[in-house]
Nanobody
Framework: QVQLVESGGGLVQAGGSLRLSCVASGRTFRSAVMGWFRQAPGKEREFVAAISWSSWSADSTYYADSVQGRFTISRDGRENTVYLQMNSMKPEDTAVYYC????????????????WGQGTQVTVSS
């Protein structure tokens, strides 16, 4: 049974940092695209960042414009874990953050992801 479990959410002041973790289990995720999405109250779930595996080079990373330069996605393949380091956080980053995975090479389209975690709340106070 595939499971994605997020952790690391919480309350932080504007300008602060948080690090989210997502542990995947139930199968190997080495070749998966792992993504982070977020959903604020009353808004659609939106793409934040993704990381894809490559057999011949370093992993490729992708970011939404709104987080480019502030957030960093990374993975530990041995531990089936993906991280989202969030720096210089803003009140508009407040949302429930979801980890997701797919094996089709989909990066930013949430409909392309097959596996989802339960989400972790991130709140940024001004």
């Amino acid at each position: 049974q595939v499971q994605l479990v997020e952790s690391g959410g919480g309350l932080v002041q504007a300008g602060g940092s948080l690090r989210l973790s997502c542990v995947a289990s139930g199968r190997t995720f080495r070749s998966a695209v792992m993504g982070w999405f977020r959903q604020a109250p009353g808004k659609e779930r939106e793409f934040v960042a993704a990381i894809s595996w490559s057999s011949w080079s370093a992993d490729s990373t992708y970011y939404a414009d709104s987080v480019q330069g502030r957030f960093t996605i990374s993975r530990d393949g041995r531990e089936n874990t993906v991280y989202l380091q969030m720096n210089s956080m803003k009140p508009e980053d407040t949302a429930v953050y979801y980890c997701a995975a797919n094996f089709r090479g989909i990066v930013s389209a949430k409909s392309g992801y097959d596996y989802w975690g339960q989400g972790t709340q991130v709140t940024v106070s001004s």
